[in-house]
């Protein structure tokens, strides 16, 4: 078998984690690839991995171009610029991509899939999402003969890390996220992850997959991590939940229904109990039922050998169209999904005094909103209390609107914020 020609381009955590992997000691260093360029800002970085021995390219684009990269592996990052330039260029002259970059595919995906059919070049991604848990070929090859109904995932390691702690430790989002971050867990800056727009680019690229539609990042409802209080996790655990960051993919009708939001999950939810920086994927989908695969999300290791997975695909001749069909057999995504409907959970900050409940629950009462439970525990500091509710099954539109009229009562010192309740059977889930 003659050997599959390399350029990696990135050589940070992943890509120095994939030539660690392609190592004369490793089995994936038995022959197979050869290494022909590497790319990165900085040569003169110290790096784990000794890369003196390899062609070197100040330049990515430079090295997407050269004839003799059978496969461009793109490790840098970022949704455009320098990673994107290369990608079009590796597939514009008919290489194979393989790429980690889901910032990338989420927002370039359906014209990079194209760009790699017009000429002849494969696009894999397997490390894009939820690093070393192999869900995208699960979804493009295990699960073909079904019909996935609803995806939802623990996409970000960091989030799920920080709502971890935050439960264990009684520390308050700040605190945690500074440790998080001091500890090399959290990046810098930690918007894409705490935002939820990290989890949101990897249930893009899950939902074109399961559900045959074009990656539709656009249309992500998205709220992150930074919404949820120390009380949340607190009141939340009292009635019977734990709090994660669900991304969560639906088939609803001819639609795709896309939302990353902080939700409360049922302790005996199969992603309750995903703790600390691990990820998780559930696949429920017809006939073959609910799947879920758990592992680690990220990391030097995990990552490079997904990376790995996709290399053995190309070296074998594996590795169908990027989303699974052809773009031209893609439908428009998350356009015309309707409102969800389920069970909400409501936190208030409101003014300790009476007659503030008769105002709340008039509000919600006006909107067609019925409350399941309420809980106000007893003892707080300061003039405000929290109190948080539960609803029965309602549009999210109508708690909407709800949420925005109670806002403007003098009693009520903070805007009101409310999650979904995940159940641990949803099939009951309905839609408006
Ligand atoms: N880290 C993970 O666990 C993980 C998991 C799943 C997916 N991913 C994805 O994998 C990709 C790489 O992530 P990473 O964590 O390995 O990032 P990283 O550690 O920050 O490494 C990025 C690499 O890209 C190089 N680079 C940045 N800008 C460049 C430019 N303009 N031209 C050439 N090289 C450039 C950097 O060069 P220097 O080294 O010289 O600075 C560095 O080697 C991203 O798309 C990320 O989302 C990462």
């Known amino acids: 078998m003659t050997a599959l020609r390399l350029g990696i381009a990135g050589l940070g955590t992943v890509g ?15 022959g197979e690839f050869e290494i022909v360029g590497v790319s990165a800002q900085n040569r003169a970085r110290r790096r784990d991995v000794d890369i003196s021995r390899y062609p070197w390219f100040d330049d990515p684009c430079d090295l997407a171009m050269q004839p003799n990269v059978d496969v461009f592996v793109e490790l840098i990052g970022g949704s455009d610029g320098t990673a994107k330039k290369a990608v079009e260029l590796a597939l514009r002259r008919g290489a194979h991509v393989v790429t980690a970059n889901k910032a990338l595919l989420a927002v370039h995906g359906a014209d990079l899939a194209k760009l790699s059919e017009s000429h002849g070049g494969k696009l894999l991604f397997e490390a894009a999402v939820a690093g070393g848990v192999p869900i995208v070929k ?3 090859e295990s699960l073909r003969g079904a019909r996935p109904r609803a995806i939802a995932g623990i996409l970000n390691g960091t989030c799920n890390y920080l709502l971890t702690e935050m439960e264990a430790t009684g520390r308050a989002f700040n605190d945690v996220l500074a440790d998080a971050q001091r500890l090399g867990y959290a990046e810098a800056d930690p918007t894409m992850d705490v935002g939820g727009f990290d989890a949101a680019h990897k249930i893009t690229l899950l939902a074109a997959i399961a559900f045959s539609a074009l990656p539709d990042y656009e249309h992500v409802k998205i709220e992150g991590v930074d919404l949820v209080t120390l009380d949340d996790i607190r009141l939340a655990g009292k009635l019977g939940y734990r709090i994660k960051l669900i991304a969560k993919a639906e088939r609803v009708d001819d639609a795709v229904s896309l939302h990353v939001s902080p939700a409360l999950v049922t302790l005996d939810h199969p992603l309750a109990s995903v703790g600390g920086a691990l990820n998780a994927v559930m696949v429920d989908a017809d006939p073959v039922g609910r799947l879920t695969f758990i592992g680690k999300g990220a990391g030097a290791g995990p990552t490079a050998a997904a990376v790995a997975a996709d290399l053995v ?21 998350a356009r015309a999904a309707p409102s969800e409907f389920g069970r909400f959970y409501l936190r208030l900050r409101v003014q300790d005094r009476p007659g503030v409940i008769a105002a709340v629950s008039d509000r919600l009462g006006r909107e067609g909103v019925s409350i399941e439970s309420f809980l106000q525990t007893p003892g707080h500091d300061g003039p405000s209390v929290p109190i948080v509710l539960t609803t029965q099954p309602v549009a999210r539109s109508a708690l909407d609107a709800a949420a925005k009229a109670i806002e403007t009562l003098d009693a009520v010192v903070e805007p009101p914020r409310f999650f979904p309740i995940e159940e641990a059977d949803d099939r009951a889930r309905l839609w408006s």
Do not use: C
């Not at 120095?16 to 994936?28: A, F, R, V």
């Not at 990027?322 to 893609?330: D, E």
């Open 313 to 333: 695909d190309l070296l074998e001749g594996r590795g169908g169209p990027a989303f699974a069909r052809p773009v031209s057999a893609l439908a428009a995504a």
């Open 138 to 140: 699960a979804l493009k």
């Open 16 to 30: 120095g984690g994939l030539i660690k992997l392609l190592q004369p000691d490793q089995p994936l260093g038995q």
